[in-house]
């Protein structure tokens, strides 16, 4: 039996959250099956206008699904006919539906030839009527992207139906999402069985030291949201940099992702759950977590806040002092900073201890002096963006506390700059 399975892609948006994959109903006996193809579009050209090969881009959408669940596409090179039944699948372009008109909003179509269930052969047929190019990201009008269409099509060969409910690969418009999403691999899944694997740049974790700038890039060849968030699934194509903090004293802890050319949003993950995130905490849109945690080891996530791929350099720091505090309250309960980070420059300072008469119980201090030290760029005191104050740890009663002071409004000082004890953690 002939099936014809007419794949209307058109721009489009998704709109609720709910349901699940759909499956056609066929599958192949085992979950591999293999494409015989040299892609030639109608005009006799084999790349696409961004310089990619149609045939690579094709083994590129088979790897898509090849590094991210159980099925296996194998590929050969050689001719066949995407019209005819003759054993092989295959894919090509054409300006006609074998024989028959294209619909007007129809990309590609897939046919499957299945017997009892049982896949026999699956063709690809794109309409060569279209503008086609190759990349990655938001979907651009002046031509599709042949890269996630192909992937949309293979997943129909492999025996996915539409799922148009919540975000997927096999929607059933095209929209900015390039890869095989969560649940177009839990469908794969129910097809065929087994224990989808980790892509291998999801397997790479990079050690994040203490106290450095790391410099980083998100880019198309990283691991991707989608492939790590394991607990609360959100569908995400961006890229994602994975790296191992290992912080050996519980304690308070100051994490950037800084980036000019990219929207950073920044994780950090134990045992696969999600601890803490950010946003737009630091400067512009840089992301910034402060948080007290266990000594242990962490995953800290480098993405962006894009849900399609967004390329760039970032940089990527966690602060904490290890060693002798830069900060110790006094006998007096004045405070002295030896060396406070302010946006990446170095002041000493000393602040005041104050006894606010709207609030006499709550502890208080005041900045009473400062100077730039440009030397002296040392951990364990930093004014965060929100002009919060960070001591990690201040050197306090014969002890070390990791405290955050927030900045606090004195209505008889407008002008003058005062914090308020917050939170306080006993370093050990
Ligand atoms: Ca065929
Ligand atoms: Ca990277
Ligand atoms: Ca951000
Ligand atoms: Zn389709």
Known sequence: MRFELHCILWLGFYSSLASSYVINGQRWPRPETNFVFDLVNTRGQTTSPSGISWNQAFETAMQRWNERTVFRFHSQRGQADPCRDDGKNTVGFRRDDCGFAFGRTTLAITYSSYSRGTLLETDIVFNDNEPWDTYDGPLRFDATDFTRVATHELGHALGLGHEDQIPAIMSSSVDDLILPQKDDIEGVTALYGGQPPLPSACQVQRPLPLN???????????????????????SDDSAVDLYTLDLPVAGLIVIRLESDQLDPYLE??????????DDDSGSSTDALIVKHLPAGRYQVVAGSAFRTLQEGDYRLAAQINLGPPNVRLESDWSVTINAVEVGGVSYSAKLAFFVNPQDPHGLYWRLDSYALDPGKLAPGAILLET?????????????????????????QDPAGWYWKLDQVFERH
């Open 212 to 234: 450095a700038w790391v410099p980083g890039r998100l880019e198309s060849a990283d691991c991707r949201r989608l492939d790590i968030a394991e607990s609360v699934f959100t």
């Open 268 to 277: 950090i993950r134990q045992a696969g759950s999600l601890l803490a995130s």
């Open 387 to 411: 002009t919060d104050l960070v001591f990690n740890p201040v050197e306090a009663l014969g002890s070390k506390f990791d405290v955050i002071l927030k900045r606090y409004v004195f209505s």
